[in-house]
Nanobody, 116 residues
């Protein structure tokens, strides 16, 4: 079955960095776009970044452009979100996602807290 298992995250001071990883299994990873989303308390889940099948095309929400970097390793079936220059407003639960085999799949979620 399709599984997306996240790791990383935690608590960091403003201006710091964190790295999120998502290990995929149960589908042909290299054939599908991957995305990262986040949901802050009291807010709707929002798309943060996306990456094409070969990693050649990436897109970012305006709020994270220039600070976050999405990447993938098709040999290891992983997608990563490098988050730099973090701000308090980046505090949220982060989810990796793919639309594979006709369904929407989500990781378990990872808390990222940016606070001094």
């Amino acid at each position: 079955q399709v599984q997306l298992v996240q790791s990383g995250g935690g608590r960091v001071q403003p201006g710091g960095s964190l790295r999120l990883s998502c290990a995929a299994s149960g589908f042909t990873f290299k054939n599908y776009y991957m995305t990262w989303h986040r949901q802050a308390p009291g807010k709707e889940r929002e798309l943060v970044a996306s990456i094409s099948t070969n990693g050649g095309q990436t897109n970012y929400a305006d709020s994270v452009k220039g600070r976050f970097t999405i990447s993938r390793d098709n040999a290891k079936n992983t997608v990563t979100l490098q988050m730099d220059s973090l701000k308090s407003e980046d505090t949220a639960v982060y989810y990796c996602n793919t639309k594979a085999l006709g369904f929407d799949y989500w990781g378990q979620g990872t808390q990222v807290t940016v606070s001094s």
